[in-house]
């Protein structure tokens, strides 16, 4: 192993011993408190480091590549992270959820997120899917005192098992026809512009299939409404954000590299049109704000996958929602966990009249959702124009007019939660204060939501130069 090797393999090794000594300081003093901090301290050392890394090829050892993109991914995982453990440490105590095993956790979910976004061999891209996975698996179902905790668990490990084995089963065959781990050249030849081999179709059939799943796509949606509404909101806001921008960047790590990838656009055009519909006109039925948002976030992949469709400029607009929905999800649940620590209920009636008693939080919620609607200025506009501008100019004009007239439909469902949150009166006293650490995680995500609506152009010039 080489000096690259080891420099480019830094970040990922910080996160495996921090999250062991996570778990020794943990053991010893019996202090989630301190935990917490070293898992804070742990992430955002990783993306200082990933910061100051100058750009590097690949450590052919690992499997592992220093670039642009995984840099940039890297960065947002740990991050994100770093706001998920600020927002848990208030929800934890109010919910009695207590141990150095969540902080561990998150930071071995943080692990296979960076070796899935540094991966250049398929045998580290699957290894990274698998600890990012096994990570959720634990986190949905941490709340033991939850009466449904353990459903809840089951209904994300299941079908999460019944993905991986699809994972596992299409990189064999993409393996079996190219004879070759590297993920480049597995990719390139498998998916030529010559008459598709049948095998390597169905391996790329099994990976789509467990991809659906990651990205909670129509008809591999059926868990999220249940994960979203029974695990605690910090890992719900880390799921959102998170596993979704990773399976988005996992489709741009591979796309890109085909000589012809138009053999996967019937199955990827299907996957954005149910998933929009479906998203969407369930998303109209729900009193749950929680159920309203997962299957707001189904929505929210079909828009993605449109940007995938799309060759001039999609792959940029694809990873520019991927980092712009992980902001707002950040944001809506980290409110969501702060409104319901302080008492508030699951319905939409329990949101009545709380933009007047929680001020804070409230409005950081209505912010969040006016992104999500693609109402201006908010990052969620400026990332809706890229992928209705790429898909149009592609020629994609049919899956484009009905994602936006579908983009129209949704704006209903999420100002009804504004509505409720302000234009409803509610007795509800203030019983609960905005820690500190949640303050800052919030007020930084708000921020950033803002400042990538009205600025967008740097994030833009960016991907275009790390992505085709």
């Keep these: 192993m080489t000096t690259a090797d080891l420099w480019i393999a830094f970040p990922l090794m910080l996160l495996a011993v921090g999250a062991l000594l ?28 990933l910061l100051q890394t100058p750009p590097a090829p690949l ?25 998920v453990l600020c927002l848990s440490s208030g929800y934890n105590r109010a919910r009695n959820i207590s141990g150095e095993e969540y902080p561990a956790t998150v930071l071995f979910a943080t ?44 209904k994300y490990l299941l079908p999460g098992a019944l993905s991986t084995a699809f994972l596992a089963f299409g990189i064999a065959l993409l393996y079996c026809v190219s ?3 590297s993920l480049q050249e597995a990719v390139q030849l498998t998916l030529t512009s010559g008459r598709p081999d049948t095998i390597a179709l169905a ?22 409404p249940d994960v979203y509404q029974g695990a605690p909101a910090p890992v719900v806001a880390f799921l959102s ?44 039925l729900q009193n749950r704000v929680r159920r309203l948002m997962a299957y707001s976030s189904i929505a929210q992949m079909g828009y993605v996958v449109i940007a995938l469709l ?3 400029g999609g792959y940029q607009a694809a990873a520019f929602y991927a980092l712009a929905y992980g902001m707002i999800s950040l ?71 009905i994602g936006i007239l579908l983009a129209a439909v949704s704006v209903f469902y999420y100002l009804r939660v504004v509505g409720t949150l302000y234009c409803t009166h509610s007795d509800t006293a203030d019983n609960g204060r905005t820690s500190l650490p949640e303050y800052v995680v919030l007020a930084a995500a708000s921020t950033a939501i803002l400042l990538l609506g009205l600025w967008p152009s740097a994030l833009i010039s960016l991907l275009s130069r790390l992505l085709p």
């Design 310 to 312: 799309s060759v001039k």
């Design 22 to 49: 996570t778990l020794l300081i943990g053991a010893v003093t019996r202090d989630d408190t301190a935990a917490t901090m070293i898992g804070v301290a742990v992430t955002l050392g990783a993306a200082c480091w």
């Design 59 to 83: 450590a052919p050892t690992l499997g592992l590549s220093a670039a642009g993109l995984p840099r940039l991914f890297g960065v947002f995982f740990a991050l994100l992270a770093a706001g």
């Design 111 to 154: 692990f296979g997120m960076l070796a899935l976004a540094s991966a250049t061999n398929l045998m580290t891209l699957f290894l990274g899917l698998e600890a990012m996975s096994f990570g959720f698996y634990i986190l949905v179902a941490i709340d033991l005192k939850r009466a449904t905790s353990g459903e809840t668990g089951l």
């Design 203 to 224: 391996g790329w059939g099994c990976l789509l299939a467990g991809i659906a799943f990651k990205l909670s796509l129509a008809p591999a949606h059926l868990w999220t």
């Design 331 to 401: 944001a809506a649940f980290g409110a969501i966990s702060v409104l319901e620590r302080n008492g508030c209920g699951e319905t939409l009636d329990d949101y009545r009249g709380l933009g007047r008693s929680r001020p804070f939080a409230s409005g950081v919620l209505a912010l969040s959702l006016f992104a999500l609607a693609g109402i201006p200025p908010t990052v969620g506009f400026t990332g809706k124009f890229l992928i209705f501008a790429a898909a149009l100019r592609s020629g994609e004009v049919t899956l484009a007019v």
């Design 179 to 181: 004879g070759t781990l």
């Design 241 to 284: 954000g998170g596993s979704k921008a990773a399976a988005i960047l996992l489709l741009l790590l591979l796309l890109p590299q085909a000589a012809d990838a138009s053999i996967l656009r019937v199955p990827l055009w299907g996957l954005a049109l149910l998933s929009m519909l479906v998203g969407n006109l369930a998303a109209l």
